[in-house]
């Protein structure tokens, strides 16, 4: 199994912290997305996902993008560590959840985004601090409100779920983007159990092997 992702990307430290979860070993494969105009734009990469995105997972003939889609698949093929609820209802609930971050929030921090902003839009760098902000502080306000009724130790009771995965590589983005987080409260409380956990440790950006 080999994972072509890149340290700081939200979405490749997603499916890391499930490989960890699940003791699945796989071959991490860098795709530096700022060196040389971004190597997920060259051609050997582009035939492989032609999204010009990371994570790309390859298991045997398989290829899968899509974080999301990669995390589910691992989760139904290594059952061990589940990372969704048995039960309907609350399957749907984490899947809510889970949405909310990877589709609602996420999106604003991705580089291709923050380019855009500065080559098309011109933004200046507070300008474009400021459009991150008002977003991201939007989602999580959300998040917030929904934990209130959902969280115990992690995002939904006291078991880890995907959407555990999902929210401490978009916390970690957000702290990049030196948003305050002060305002949120559960969702720091979350953030700091998960990260005494091995699994989220050994996830870490700068804990992977093209951390510069």
Known sequence: MKLYGYWRSSAAYRVRIALNLKNIDVELIPVHLINNGGEQHES???????THLVPTLVDGDLVLNQSLAIIE??????????????????????QGLTLDIAC???????LRVQQYLVNELHCDEQA?????????????????KKLAKTAGLYCFADSITIADLCLIPQVYN???????????????????????????????????????
Not at 201 to 206: D, G, H, Q, S, V
Request: aromatic letters at 14%.
């Open 174 to 212: 957000a702290k990049r983007f030196n948003l305050d987080m002060t305002p949120f409260p559960l969702i720091n409380g979350i953030v700091d159990r998960c990260n005494q956990l091995p699994a989220f440790i050994k996830a870490l950006p700068e804990n992977q092997p093209d951390a510069v």
């Open 73 to 94: 698949y691992l989760d139904n093929q290594y059952p061990v560590t589940p990372l969704f609820p048995n039960n309907y209802a609350e399957k749907a609930i984490v």
């Open 44 to 50: 050997t990469y582009v035939n492989l996902n032609p």
């Open 128 to 144: 474009k601090l400021q459009w991150s902000h008002y977003w991201m502080a939007t989602g999580f306000t959300a998040i917030e």
């Open 104 to 110: 609602e929030i996420h999106p604003v921090n991705n």
